[in-house]
């Protein structure tokens, strides 16, 4: 059974900064391409940012642009997401996802493995 645990969420004035972190138990990590979703209060889950096992492809949703940066450490068998500039509509539960997939997608049925989500509110 492989689980996904994030960390790192909290309350941030616009403008600041937060930095979310994601480990997964199970299979080795670097084995994992790795996704960060969120979903905000009455709508869908949607997209943030993937990451290849490697390290070296991600990909990132228009709206964060610029703002946010994935990075993953193998060797600790985590995944990082540095959040600056935050804007009160980057508040949402996020997702940390997991998948043995070779590229990382999307979407969410692209990954298999799910963290419970912690919350980042900014505070305008």
């Known amino acids: 059974q492989v689980q996904v645990v994030e960390s790192g969420g909290g309350l941030v004035q616009a403008g600041g900064s937060l930095r979310l972190s994601c480990a997964t138990s199970?299979?080795?990590?670097?084995?994992?391409?790795m996704g960060w979703f969120r979903q905000a209060p009455g709508k869908e889950r949607e997209f943030v940012v993937g990451i290849n096992r490697s390290g070296i492809r991600t990909s990132y949703a228009d709206s964060v642009k610029g703002r946010f940066a994935i990075s993953r450490d193998n060797g600790k068998g985590t995944v990082y997401l540095q959040m600056n500039s935050l804007t009160p509509e980057d508040t949402a539960v996020y997702y940390c996802?997991?998948?043995?997939?070779?590229?990382?997608?999307?979407?969410?049925?692209?990954?298999?493995?799910w963290g419970q989500g912690t919350q980042v509110t900014v505070s305008s």
């Open positions: 996802a997991a998948d043995a997939r070779p590229f990382p997608g999307m979407r969410t049925y692209e990954y298999d493995y």
């Open positions: 199970g299979r080795t990590f670097s084995s994992y391409v």
